[in-house]
Protein backbone atom coordinates (compact mmCIF):
# COMPACT_ATOMS: atom_id res chain seq x y z
CA UNK A 1 0.00 0.00 0.00
CA UNK A 2 1.40 3.06 -1.08
CA UNK A 3 4.60 1.65 -2.05
CA UNK A 4 4.95 3.81 -5.74
CA UNK A 5 4.97 7.68 -3.31
CA UNK A 6 7.50 9.75 -3.65
CA UNK A 7 10.15 10.11 -0.59
CA UNK A 8 7.86 13.38 0.26
CA UNK A 9 4.40 11.35 0.43
CA UNK A 10 5.95 8.17 2.22
CA UNK A 11 6.88 10.67 4.50
CA UNK A 12 3.30 12.35 5.08
CA UNK A 13 1.78 8.60 4.27
CA UNK A 14 4.40 7.53 7.31
CA UNK A 15 2.71 10.08 9.96
CA UNK A 16 -1.01 9.46 8.82
CA UNK A 17 -0.49 6.10 9.99
CA UNK A 18 1.27 7.07 12.71
CA UNK A 19 -2.16 9.47 13.89
CA UNK A 20 -4.86 7.12 12.82
CA UNK A 21 -3.16 3.38 13.64
CA UNK A 22 -3.09 1.88 16.84
CA UNK A 23 -0.81 -0.92 15.54
CA UNK A 24 2.75 -1.88 16.84
CA UNK A 25 4.98 0.43 14.65
CA UNK A 26 8.66 0.60 14.11
CA UNK A 27 10.56 2.55 16.34
CA UNK A 28 11.84 5.18 14.31
CA UNK A 29 15.35 6.95 14.84
CA UNK A 30 15.64 10.76 14.76
CA UNK A 31 16.76 12.16 11.46
CA UNK A 32 20.51 12.47 10.87
CA UNK A 33 21.62 15.71 9.28
CA UNK A 34 21.40 15.27 5.41
CA UNK A 35 19.70 12.64 5.48
CA UNK A 36 16.09 11.69 5.85
CA UNK A 37 13.76 10.71 8.45
CA UNK A 38 12.76 6.71 8.13
CA UNK A 39 9.41 5.82 7.73
CA UNK A 40 7.40 2.61 7.75
CA UNK A 41 8.51 1.96 3.90
CA UNK A 42 12.23 1.11 5.61
CA UNK A 43 11.62 -1.84 7.55
CA UNK A 44 9.74 -5.37 7.33
CA UNK A 45 7.77 -7.38 9.14
CA UNK A 46 10.46 -10.85 9.66
CA UNK A 47 7.95 -13.52 9.92
CA UNK A 48 10.44 -15.79 11.60
CA UNK A 49 11.07 -12.90 15.04
CA UNK A 50 7.21 -11.40 14.46
CA UNK A 51 8.81 -8.31 14.56
CA UNK A 52 10.21 -4.98 12.69
CA UNK A 53 13.49 -5.22 10.99
CA UNK A 54 15.18 -2.49 8.55
CA UNK A 55 15.86 -3.37 5.04
CA UNK A 56 18.92 -3.82 4.34
CA UNK A 57 20.67 -5.15 0.89
CA UNK A 58 22.25 -8.39 0.25
CA UNK A 59 25.73 -8.72 0.34
CA UNK A 60 27.67 -8.38 -2.79
CA UNK A 61 29.85 -10.54 -4.33
CA UNK A 62 31.77 -10.21 -6.63
CA UNK A 63 31.68 -11.90 -10.16
CA UNK A 64 34.70 -13.94 -11.54
CA UNK A 65 34.14 -12.13 -14.85
CA UNK A 66 33.84 -8.32 -14.10
CA UNK A 67 32.11 -6.27 -16.65
CA UNK A 68 31.51 -2.75 -15.46
CA UNK A 69 28.66 -2.37 -17.95
CA UNK A 70 26.88 -5.10 -16.38
CA UNK A 71 27.65 -4.92 -13.02
CA UNK A 72 24.51 -5.17 -10.81
CA UNK A 73 24.63 -4.34 -7.10
CA UNK A 74 22.16 -4.44 -4.33
CA UNK A 75 20.33 -1.51 -2.79
CA UNK A 76 17.94 -1.43 -0.63
CA UNK A 77 15.45 -0.72 -3.23
CA UNK A 78 16.45 -3.77 -5.29
CA UNK A 79 16.21 -5.64 -2.15
CA UNK A 80 12.71 -4.84 -1.12
CA UNK A 81 11.40 -5.79 -4.73
CA UNK A 82 13.39 -8.79 -4.69
CA UNK A 83 11.51 -9.74 -1.96
CA UNK A 84 8.11 -9.10 -3.26
CA UNK A 85 8.51 -11.33 -6.27
CA UNK A 86 9.45 -14.08 -4.57
CA UNK A 87 6.64 -13.82 -2.70
CA UNK A 88 4.58 -13.39 -5.67
CA UNK A 89 6.25 -16.50 -7.18
CA UNK A 90 5.88 -18.68 -3.97
CA UNK A 91 2.09 -18.39 -4.98
CA UNK A 92 0.39 -21.33 -5.57
CA UNK A 93 -0.36 -21.94 -9.35
CA UNK A 94 -3.77 -23.11 -8.38
CA UNK A 95 -5.52 -21.07 -5.89
CA UNK A 96 -8.32 -23.34 -6.09
CA UNK A 97 -8.53 -26.62 -7.67
CA UNK A 98 -12.39 -27.21 -6.41
CA UNK A 99 -13.16 -24.03 -8.61
CA UNK A 100 -10.55 -23.88 -11.32
CA UNK A 101 -8.92 -20.69 -10.68
CA UNK A 102 -5.74 -20.21 -11.53
CA UNK A 103 -3.22 -18.59 -9.31
CA UNK A 104 -1.92 -14.96 -9.92
CA UNK A 105 1.49 -15.33 -10.30
CA UNK A 106 1.64 -12.63 -13.05
CA UNK A 107 3.52 -9.71 -11.93
CA UNK A 108 3.86 -6.22 -13.60
CA UNK A 109 6.30 -4.16 -12.08
CA UNK A 110 5.99 -0.32 -12.84
CA UNK A 111 7.87 3.01 -12.15
CA UNK A 112 9.63 5.70 -13.13
CA UNK A 113 13.16 5.90 -15.62
CA UNK A 114 16.20 4.62 -14.05
CA UNK A 115 14.34 3.18 -11.44
CA UNK A 116 15.90 -0.26 -11.53
CA UNK A 117 13.14 -2.13 -13.00
CA UNK A 118 14.72 -4.09 -15.38
CA UNK A 119 17.71 -4.70 -12.82
CA UNK A 120 15.32 -6.13 -10.47
CA UNK A 121 14.58 -8.96 -13.06
CA UNK A 122 17.66 -9.27 -14.06
CA UNK A 123 19.23 -10.22 -10.10
CA UNK A 124 15.85 -12.49 -9.38
CA UNK A 125 16.13 -14.33 -12.46
CA UNK A 126 19.91 -15.03 -11.96
CA UNK A 127 19.13 -16.77 -8.82
CA UNK A 128 17.26 -19.30 -10.31
CA UNK A 129 17.65 -22.97 -12.34
CA UNK A 130 15.77 -21.75 -15.54
CA UNK A 131 16.54 -24.99 -17.17
CA UNK A 132 13.09 -26.47 -17.55
CA UNK A 133 10.81 -24.38 -15.68
CA UNK A 134 11.25 -20.71 -17.36
CA UNK A 135 12.42 -19.35 -20.06
CA UNK A 136 13.61 -15.36 -19.97
CA UNK A 137 13.16 -13.34 -22.95
CA UNK A 138 14.56 -9.65 -22.46
CA UNK A 139 12.87 -7.22 -24.49
CA UNK A 140 13.35 -3.30 -24.07
CA UNK A 141 10.91 -0.86 -24.10
CA UNK A 142 10.97 3.01 -23.65
CA UNK A 143 9.18 5.99 -23.93
CA UNK A 144 9.06 5.77 -27.64
CA UNK A 145 7.98 2.36 -27.79
CA UNK A 146 4.11 2.02 -29.71
CA UNK A 147 1.89 -1.26 -29.78
CA UNK A 148 2.87 -1.49 -33.53
CA UNK A 149 6.96 -1.47 -33.15
CA UNK A 150 6.15 -3.92 -30.12
Known amino acids: MA ?7 RALFHKEILEFV ?3 LPAIAPAKPGFEIDTVFDFWINPDKK ?6 ASKWIQPKKLLFSQLLIPTMDSTRGDYLLECIAALPEKRSEERKENG ?5 IIGGPGTA ?8 SMKEDLTGKKNFKRI ?3 NATT ?4
Request: proline share 6%.
Open 147 to 150: PGNF
Open 51 to 56: DWQLWE
Open 22 to 24: KAP
Open 104 to 108: INSTL
Open 117 to 124: KTSLIIMN
Open 140 to 142: NFS
Open 3 to 9: GLCEAKE
